[in-house]
C-alpha cells in the first residue's frame, strides 16, 4: 500500500475515501437510527436520474445528481409523512422512474459517455483535488448541522413522539435529515457508485450500533470504520487488480457477517453458560 501512495491518483483515493467515510458515519449513523434505510435507496437510485439529465444538458453530473436527490428526497419525505402505508410503495415507483429518466436521458444524448458507468460503479481512482475540496466543505457542513442540533436529532431519533411533544421541530428536522443524506449519498456513489452506495452508508453503522451506547459514539465508530474498510479495500483493489468500489463494499460485508456470527456463537456460549 505505501508504494501506491506515491502516485497523486491512490492518495487522492485514499483521502477521499477518508473523508467520505466521516460523512456515511454520520449521516449513515441517523439513517440507521431513524429507519430510513430503504428511502435512502430510492434516493440514491433516483439520483441517476440527475446524472443522466446533466450529461443530456451538458452540466456537471455531480451537481445534476445533488440537485435531483435533494428534490427527490423532498417529495419523499413528503410523502412518508402523509401516507406512510403507502411509502415503501411511492418510494419504489420514484427509484424505478429517477433510474429510467437516467438510461434514457444519456440516450438522447449525443454519442455514448463511458463517464456514465463509473456513476454506477464508481471512480475512486479518478478522485480530482476539486472532489476533495468540494467533500472537505460538505463534510463541515454537516458536522456544523450535526453539532447545532444533536440533542434534537437524538430525540428524533429514539422517541419522534416525545421530541414532538416537548417542542422539537420534528418535520423540519427529517427534511434536513433527507437533505443531508442526498448530499452525503452525491458523494458516496464517486468512491462506490450508485449500486453500492447503501452498503457504504449503512453497514459500518449498524456494527457500530451494537457495539456503541449513545448515537455520538455510533457515529464516530461508524466513521472509523469506514475508514479501515475503505483503507482495506483499497489496498486488495491495488495488489490483486480489483474494482475499488466493489472491493471496499466487500471488505465492509465480509466484516457485518463476521459480527454478526460472532455475536451468534457469544449468544449460544452465554445460553450454555446458564444451563
Not at 29 to 48: T, Y
Request: glycine share 10%.
Amino acid at each position: 500500500m505505501w508504494d501506491a501512495l506515491q502516485f497523486e491518483f491512490m492518495r487522492n483515493a485514499l483521502l477521499a475515501g477518508i473523508l467520505v467515510s466521516i460523512s456515511c458515519g454520520i449521516i449513515g449513523s441517523l439513517v440507521v437510527a431513524n429507519r430510513i434505510v430503504f428511502l435512502s435507496g430510492g434516493i440514491a437510485h433516483a439520483a441517476f436520474g440527475g446524472i443522466g439529465l446533466a450529461f443530456y444538458l451538458g452540466f456537471s453530473p455531480v451537481l445534476g445528481a445533488g440537485l435531483f436527490s435533494v428534490a427527490v428526497s423532498l417529495i419523499m419525505g413528503a410523502v412518508t409523512l402523509k401516507s406512510k402505508h403507502r411509502a415503501d410503495t411511492i418510494i419504489g415507483v420514484l427509484w424505478a422512474v429517477g433510474m429510467a429518466l437516467g438510461i434514457i436521458f444519456i440516450d438522447l444524448t449525443p454519442g455514448y459517455n463511458v463517464d456514465a458507468m463509473s456513476y454506477l460503479f464508481g471512480s475512486i481512482l479518478s478522485v480530482s483535488m476539486a472532489d476533495i475540496w468540494f467533500v472537505v466543505g460538505l463534510d463541515g457542513i454537516i458536522f456544523l448541522i450535526i453539532l447545532a442540533f444533536y440533542r434534537e436529532f437524538l430525540a428524533m431519533s429514539y422517541d419522534e413522539e416525545f421530541a414532538f411533544v416537548v417542542g422539537v421541530p420534528v418535520k423540519s428536522l427529517y427534511f434536513l435529515l433527507l437533505c443531508m443524506t442526498a448530499l452525503s449519498i452525491v458523494m458516496i456513489i464517486k468512491v462506490v457508485g450508485l449500486i453500492l452506495v447503501i452498503a457504504l452508508l449503512t453497514i459500518p453503522p449498524y456494527i457500530a450500533e451494537k457495539y456503541t451506547g449513545s448515537l455520538w459514539k455510533m457515529m464516530v465508530l461508524s466513521s472509523l470504520l469506514g475508514i479501515l474498510f475503505t483503507i482495506v479495500g483499497l489496498w486488495l483493489s491495488y495488489s490483486y487488480d480489483f474494482t475499488s468500489g466493489a472491493t471496499i463494499i466487500l471488505v465492509a460485508g465480509a466484516a457485518f457477517f463476521l459480527t454478526q456470527i460472532t455475536r451468534s456463537l457469544r449468544g449460544h456460549t452465554l445460553q450454555a453458560d446458564r444451563r
